[in-house]
Structures are given as C-alpha cells and as structure tokens.
C-alpha cells in the first residue's frame, strides 16, 4: 500500500510551511496557494507577469534562517501569519502589507547579499522550483535512507514537498518518470526528478545548515530526491488516500 501521509503547501515562496488535510487540484495547476507568493529580491527583474527561475527570489539556499519560518494562510482574509523562533509572529496581507514583512524577515537574512525587496504573485500558476505548475510527491522509504546515510534523523521539511506518502521501497518514486498516478479523485503525470540544493542541509526547526544531504544523495549517484508531477484530472485528495499507478 501507498499511503498519503502530509499535505503540505508553501503559500510564500521559501517562507513557511502549512499542513493541511486535505486540497483540492486542478488540471494544470500546483497545488492551491502553494508558492502563490514570492519575495523578489533587490536585483530581481522579476515582475509576476511570468514565470521565472528561483535565481530571482530570496530562498533558503542564500539565507538558511529561512528554513525555520512556519505559516498559516487565511484564505477568506487574504492574510498570512509567518512564525520563526527569532522573530515575533507576523501577519499580514502579502498583496499590500510588503514593508511589514520586509521588516520582518530583514534579521533572518545575510546582509552582504541581495536583499528582499517586493513581494509578487503569479496568479493561477505561482513560482514552482519547475517551468510547468508542478506537484512535489514525496518518498518516507527515500527520506529514511537519507537519514541511514547521514546517520542522524532529519525532517521531512527539509525537502519541501507537497504530497508525502508511505511505502517500503526507496526510489520507487523515479520509476513512475512518464506515467499517471491516481491519488483520491485526481489523476497526475509523473514528470520529472527534482534536483536538490543547498536549502536541505538547512534544520527546519533551527535555519542552521547541520546535515551534508547533498553528499548523501551522492552515494545513489545523483542529488535528486522527489518527483515533480503535473495535474492532469483534478479533484479532492485527502491524507490517508492511496497512490495507484495507472
């Protein structure tokens, strides 16, 4: 069996994290609210009238305090609240309130790089690590031999996934490269590996950099860990639902 365990969603690109049980998808699109915001940076020519790479965003990989920040988004209101053990809980409204998050987040960010400067949004798309509105599913059998491999546990945070789910076998998830996977009344195409960065050897409870993922995905040859997936039906998932592959 292939269990759903988490749903996850990261309303504000690289700023916090948001269990969730249960969303609904739809075709084309990431996961509701997931990266709908982002914080572009001072030398960004980012502008939300498009996709662009993550190069153009303040994320964990340049500023590891980030990694600490957990959310909760208020969907009627519109509002974010952002928490990290430095800092006193923020909330505020991501479309208006920029100047109160940039106060905020300045402290959690090293002062010798591009700063924060704007907060955009790409509506009905948002800033996905990929080119297309992708899903994240995401491997605990993988997640366990990483922690082998270091020989420490990590969080499962750390990958900021969308989708976690149960199974026995590592990797299983870069077998279903090119096929459709079913999970609750959705149908969604298994489309790439996702490479990983310097954001995972960040703690998610502390932003410290304390453990070498990077070294330990070398030991299967590469430094991927996750599936990137692209809703083809769309409807409810919920935790405790099944992954089947088509």
Do not use: Y
């Amino acid at each position: 069996m292939t269990t759903i365990t988490t749903l996850l969603r990261h309303p504000l690109k690289s700023h916090g994290r948001e269990a969730l049980q249960h969303t609904t998808l739809t075709a084309g699109q990431p996961m509701p609210f997931d990266r709908l915001w982002a914080v572009a940076h001072e030398a960004s020519k980012a502008d939300g009238s498009t996709w662009v790479p993550c190069a153009n965003f303040s994320r964990v990989s340049k500023a590891p305090n980030l990694m600490a920040i957990t959310c909760r988004l208020n969907e009627a209101t519109g509002t974010l609240t952002l928490s990290h053990p430095d800092r006193p809980d923020l909330t505020f409204n991501p479309d208006t309130d920029t100047d109160a998050f940039i106060a905020w987040v300045s402290p959690l960010v090293p002062q010798d790089r591009a700063l924060p400067e704007r907060i955009i949004k790409l509506a009905g798309r948002g800033f996905t690590d990929s080119d297309f509105p992708s899903v994240t599913l995401c491997n605990h059998a993988s997640h366990r031999a990483v922690e082998a491999e270091l020989k420490q546990p990590l969080s499962i945070h750390r990958w900021r996934g969308n989708i976690w789910f149960e199974t026995d076998t590592p990797w299983i998830e870069f077998d279903w490269l090119g096929k459709d996977v079913r999970i609750g009344d959705c149908i969604l195409t298994v489309r790439e590996r996702t490479d990983r960065c310097l954001a995972t050897t960040a703690n998610p409870d502390t932003g410290m950099r304390d453990a070498d993922t990077l070294a330990a995905l070398d030991t299967w040859g590469h430094q991927d860990f996750s599936v990137r997936a692209e809703v083809k039906h769309g409807g409810t998932i919920r935790v405790g639902d099944q992954i089947e592959v088509l």
